[in-house]
């Protein structure tokens, strides 16, 4: 069976990690969140995936090239062009994506599903087809409810009493909302569907197509399913994705790593005494991560590989990526450190420069300046005995 995922947009509202790692790309617990979609395929019998990429294009196909490991075969659809020699993305949109990977050589033959690659999901996705085809549906969107002070934070989907789609509200408002049923992403077509997508030009499936199919009265439907769902759409959402896979609120998702101390796990050759830090879980440290005696660890939290928290320093609620050196005396809570980049909760942007911590977070391959300094005096005293 055949699938596509979404992996073509820029993912400008998780900055600044997409700055460098495509969204499909972004590590739950070093995991990234695409490979999750790909299991979930595979075990529903999805083994054909098209993913269209356009930024950072090269990241996603480098890292599942055919999808052979996945145990899956995946091809790939460029959106971009090539200026000077150097390929700069231009996405065609979601539905614009889909119909430039069937008119290149017809591809989706039957029954296909569609997913956005930055979404954890545990979805019994054979079920969802099965209930899209009794219905006699040339397009599904999988729904879920969500409580209703919650409506305004997603697109609600408007149906009739037979499930038939009749209207969206993007974001309403509590006492606008007609529904309390969220657009999730997922979507079940026919190949049908591309008699509604125009060739050759941008056009997105949530802007432009569904709003379409309702004005047709195309046979449009929406299944409301019980599922686990994550976002990571934005910063918060990843904030809360990270928390939820620590506090093991998300069922589908293992914490890595060896636990060495009662909620408290480590990749390889972590270099700590424990017994002269202060940690409480739940907690996650990558691989050759180094944290000094008197740190400070406290949980919820993930520590990337190859980081370096020097004494003193306070890690509180907080995710740090890796290669991240935390200076004697820096105190992080509630923060997201990503390079020299630093966000609080929120997604809102801290200028460590300004602030004058800009000393405090550095890259841990970087010689810390006490270091440097002392290794410039032993280089400098050996020039002297040498003259």
Known sequence: ???????AGKGTRVRPITYTIPKPLIPILQKPVMEFLL???RQHGFDQIMV?????????EGYFRDGQRFGVDIGYSFEGRIVEGKLVGEALGSAGGLRKIQDFNTFFDDTFIVLCGDALIDLDLTTAVKWHRAKGAIATIVTKSVPKEEVSSYGVVVTDDERRIKSFQEKPSVEEALSTEINTGIYIFEPEIFNYIPPQQKYDIGGDLFPKLVAMGAPFYAVSMDFEWVDIGKVPDYWQAIRGVLNREIKNVAIPGTEVLPGVYTGLNVAVNWDKVKIEGPVYIGSMTKIEDGATILGPTMIGPNCWICSGATVDNSVIFEYSRLGTGVRLVDKLVFGRYCVDKTGAAIDVQAAALDWLITDSRQIPPEQELTEHQVIKDLLQKEI
């Open 1 to 7: 069976m055949k699938a596509m995922i979404l992996a």
């Open 39 to 41: 299991e979930l395929l």
């Open 52 to 60: 269209n990429v356009s930024h950072l294009a090269h990241e996603i």
